[in-house]
């Protein structure tokens, strides 16, 4: 793992947990910027373009909303308008917190352009969408991709798609993601982290669908410069995603492991530690008398041996002291000189 370079990117995954209502929204931002997030993620779609009227839900959503809706239905009362849009992000900038929206289509992509966004989310489900990651890649953002669902091939692709479109390599970070909600920890797979970024020599962060927030650590631990996490202001809401996202008190917490995490890896660099150094010398040990010395004796195991404190002869000393003659008289847990 290489030596982490900055703080981790900490996003609070709104999504379409407001239930289409700005006011929800605007609470999860509050959530989001007290708890000192780094930035708050939407989603920014347009129904006709994101679903066909017949299309099912998938299974996690069925669970958890009317059995009786479509997709569409579904997604059509959670789609936001461009004025939505439009309050939640100077409401975002009133809050300090960076909003960011994934985009699921050409037409979307063109809102958050218009919102002059500084980066665009492309989730796991839009990684072969051509046309979208073509203009997506025009616009100059920082990207960041979400790989769900995905095989080193298909993230080699959008990749390429990308850069021949226009954007720096640089500018894109890969999420490493489990699209379930929520997801198992047996199908987190975390160690796949390594070979995104060994396979593509790029930043890369996760996108965390787990109950709980353990493995967000795990992932930071991994070396994740990007973490991802839904909030909602009450699991028990109805929602494709409430389930599977973390309460105020929870997200909270998320945050300040995150930062204490951060504090706990270091430079990655083997040294003493300037608190550690004042405890040396009371926890290291060395060279005493066990037992009054006389001036010419030969230092022994029966009359030496080794103790705290360690401000004396260092033990690594040992073996080029026994057998010599004492040049003075020692008292009982003396320090030995030579």
């Not at 037992?291 to 022994?300: H, P, R, T, Y």
Request: net charge positive; hydrophobic share 40%.
């Amino acid at each position: 793992m290489k030596k982490r370079k900055k703080k981790v990117f900490i996003i609070a995954e709104a999504g379409c947990n407001h239930n289409g209502k700005i006011s929800i929204a605007k609470k999860l931002i509050d959530i989001a910027s007290k708890a000192k997030a780094d930035a708050i993620k939407f989603q920014t779609f347009n129904v006709d373009e994101l679903v066909t009227k017949n299309a099912p839900k998938a299974k996690y959503a069925l669970e958890h909303t009317e059995k009786f809706e479509t997709q569409y239905e579904m997604q059509k009362r959670l789609q936001l308008s461009f004025k939505d849009h439009v309050k939640l992000k100077v409401y975002c900038k009133k809050k300090k917190i960076e909003f960011i929206s994934s985009t699921f289509d050409i037409l979307s992509t063109e809102i958050l352009k218009k919102l002059q966004v500084r980066t665009i989310k492309i989730p796991s489900g839009e990684i072969n969408n051509l046309p979208n990651l073509k203009r997506i890649g025009s616009l100059g953002k920082k990207i960041i991709l979400s790989t769900g669902m995905s095989s080193i091939n298909d993230i080699r692709v959008a990749i390429k798609i990308l850069e021949k479109a226009g954007t720096n390599k640089k500018n894109i970070v890969l999420l490493h993601c489990t699209t379930d909600y929520p997801a198992k920890i047996g199908d987190v797979n975390l160690l796949a982290m390594n070979e995104i970024r060994n396979k593509f020599k790029m930043e890369v962060g996760y996108s965390d669908h787990t109950l709980g927030i353990d493995i967000s650590l795990a992932a930071v631990a991994l070396g994740a410069s990007v973490i991802e996490k839904h909030i909602t202001l009450d699991r028990k809401m109805k929602g494709p995603d409430h389930y599977a996202s973390l309460e105020e008190n929870e997200f909270n917490k998320l945050v300040k492991s995150i930062r204490n995490l951060e504090l706990a890896l270091g430079d990655g660099k083997k040294k003493p530690k300037k608190n550690e150094l004042k405890n040396l010398y009371a926890v290291r040990k060395s060279i005493k008398a066990r037992k009054n010395i006389e001036k010419g004796q030969l230092f022994s195991e029966n009359n030496l041996l080794v103790a705290r404190p360690g401000k004396g002869l260092s033990p690594l000393k040992w073996e080029e002291v026994i057998g010599r003659k004492a040049r003075k008289n020692f008292k009982i847990g003396q320090d030995i000189k030579l």
